[in-house]
């Protein structure tokens, strides 16, 4: 027995929450459109919820372990010959060297444009403090002829 208010289902309650739910703010009105969608599945109680989401946690890890066949990637099943796994393998083993290799050529750019900036920054504060030390510089001299002892 269901004693849910809103049951999931097409309606027109249902139909105007969602609408209203998606003006008001989107996720909330996605959040009805799941819940008229699935929300039988889950039989409305928190544990039958829990079930439902353990049972497709369960069949994600079943089926990404069944794939792997020592390729280390999910979804490469064995193709039956032995030669063309083989030549798989190298070949995946040589794209993952390369990748490697790649990300290792986009860490040293990072940090060589990191570098960079800190040279520039390092160069824009010297000369600001240049600038401003000529100034205090200049300042501290005016003041000091117009109202020193002798003025």
């Known amino acids: 027995m269901n004693t849910a208010i809103i049951k999931p289902q097409w309606s027109p309650l249902t139909i105007a929450l969602m609408v209203l739910g998606f003006i008001i703010f989107w996720p909330l009105g996605l959040a009805v459109l799941a819940y008229i969608l699935w929300g039988e599945k889950f039989g409305g109680s928190a544990e039958q919820?829990?079930?439902?989401?353990?049972?497709?946690?369960?069949?994600?890890?079943?089926?990404?372990?069944?794939?792997?066949?020592?390729?280390?990637?999910?979804g490469f099943a064995s193709s039956g010959n032995a030669a063309f796994d083989d030549y798989r393998a190298e070949q995946l083993r040589r794209l993952d060297e390369e990748r490697a290799r790649l990300d290792a050529e986009i860490d040293a750019f990072h940090e060589y444009m990191a570098n960079l900036r800190k040279a520039k920054d390092r160069e824009e504060f010297d000369r600001f403090m240049s600038e401003h030390r000529g100034n205090r510089q200049g300042f501290g001299d005016e003041q000091n002829k117009d109202w020193g002892p002798n003025g």
């Open 49 to 74: 919820a829990q079930a439902y989401w353990n049972k497709g946690c369960r069949y994600m890890r079943n089926n990404t372990h069944k794939h792997r066949h020592g390729f280390g990637r999910p």
